[in-house]
């Protein structure tokens, strides 16, 4: 005798409408999040000159100068909750801390352990939620004109302008611009991209990735890098520059006594000089094209390397790369 089996699909409907409901609570607080803004102002009477250190995690950090030996540092606290209460307990979590002595001042920023938030949907399906930051803080800060910064992030914009002093950038993944800076710049920037115009100092840069572009310097600079974007002018100054994969054009007056190497593996090189210079120029690529646009009396030349002089005597130019293509021009 034969028997006929049901097979019901009522419980796997059950489960679908039960999955449907619990994806809905679990969405319900990030849906319905909202973002509230907390503003504070410090200020701290500081000497004519001073070291600033500013760490904190994510945010966007404005260093403008002014004639008042003050530091005056507007804060943004950006949270997102999903009431007023939970916002306002979470911004009281955020707390700036300051170390002063005569000639320098500390900011931290600490992001204290959370007790009752709402938790977002990501963070209960994967557990993400509690490694993450709560909220970000903006900085805007005015800052005596002679003034040395040292500032550490993870990510955000960084923007400094009109300033007689150092500065040191470090950061996991930020958008870093620099204008009219007198003294040395340091940054080490992950990836993201770095800008710089009107700098009076030596530059260094250790930038594996994004993209990188420098105008006007007048000074010496030096780039490590991976695979970043790099278009630099330089006024005056040496260069050295290492990269692997990234594009390289760079416009430079190389002068006496400053000199000039560009190495990379399979990424293109394209270097302006000026008509008047007289230097020796030294290109190598194995597998790339070299090609020169300008007056040069060559000394030794085969397929993969050209040897010559500009002018007389002068500072020494090197350009190396692997697989890309190497093109000396002038402007």
């Known amino acids: 005798?034969?028997?006929?089996?049901?097979?019901?699909?009522?419980?796997?409907?059950?489960?679908?409408?039960?999955?449907?409901?619990?994806?809905?609570l679990l969405l319900g607080n990030t849906i319905f999040a909202k973002n509230y803004e907390f503003v504070e102002k410090k200020v701290f009477a500081v000497e004519p000159e001073i070291e600033l250190e500013i760490n904190y995690f994510g945010g966007n950090l404005e260093i403008v100068s002014h004639d008042v030996d003050r530091v005056v540092i507007r804060i943004v606290k950006r949270i997102d909750a999903v009431s007023m209460d939970e916002a306002r307990y979470l911004a009281e979590n955020i707390v700036l801390k300051a170390s002063q002595t005569r000639?320098?001042?500390?900011?931290?920023?600490?992001?204290?352990?959370?007790?009752?938030?709402?938790?977002?949907?990501?963070?209960?399906?994967?557990?993400?939620?509690?490694?993450?930051?709560?909220?970000?803080?903006?900085?805007?800060?005015l800052v005596p004109r002679r003034c040395n910064l040292k500032i550490t992030n993870n990510t955000g914009n960084v923007s400094v302008r009109d300033l007689l002093g150092s500065v040191l950038v470090y950061s996991s993944a930020a958008e870093i611009e620099l204008n009219s800076i007198e003294g040395d710049i340091t940054?080490?920037?992950?990836?993201?991209?770095?800008?710089?115009?009107?700098?009076?100092?030596?530059?260094?840069?250790?930038?594996?990735?994004?993209?990188?572009?420098?105008?006007?310097?007048?000074?010496?600079?030096?780039?490590?890098?991976?695979s970043a974007t790099i278009n630099i002018a330089q006024?005056?100054?040496?260069?050295?520059?290492?990269?692997?994969?990234?594009?390289?054009?760079?416009?430079?007056n190389v002068y006496t006594g400053r000199d000039c190497f560009v190495t990379t593996e399979s990424g293109?090189?394209?270097?302006?000089?000026?008509?008047?210079?007289?230097?020796?120029?030294?290109?190598?690529?194995?597998?790339?094209?070299?090609?020169?646009?300008?007056?040069?009396?060559?000394?030794?030349?085969?397929?993969?390397?050209?040897?010559?002089?500009?002018?007389?005597?002068?500072?020494?130019?090197?350009?190396?790369?692997?697989?890309?293509?190497?093109t000396v021009a002038e402007f």
């Open 187 to 226: 940054i080490s920037n992950a990836g993201g991209t770095t800008k710089g115009e009107l700098l009076f100092g030596d530059v260094i840069v250790n930038q594996p990735m994004g993209s990188l572009d420098l105008r006007y310097i007048e000074g010496d600079i030096k780039i490590r890098s991976n």
């Open 1 to 24: 005798m034969s028997k006929t089996i049901n097979i019901s699909r009522r419980p796997r409907t059950v489960s679908i409408i039960f999955l449907g409901i619990l994806f809905s």
């Open 103 to 141: 000639t320098s001042l500390v900011i931290n920023t600490n992001f204290l352990k959370k007790i009752k938030t709402s938790s977002s949907l990501w963070g209960k399906l994967v557990g993400s939620a509690s490694s993450d930051p709560y909220g970000s803080v903006d900085f805007f800060v």
């Open 235 to 252: 006024e005056k100054g040496s260069l050295d520059l290492t990269t692997i994969t990234g594009d390289v054009s760079i416009q430079s």
């Open 268 to 326: 293109n090189i394209n270097l302006k000089l000026p008509s008047s210079l007289s230097g020796t120029l030294q290109i190598s690529s194995e597998l790339g094209n070299i090609k020169t646009e300008m007056p040069i009396i060559i000394e030794s030349i085969s397929r993969d390397k050209l040897v010559g002089q500009l002018g007389v005597g002068g500072v020494k130019i090197e350009l190396k790369s692997t697989t890309g293509d190497v």
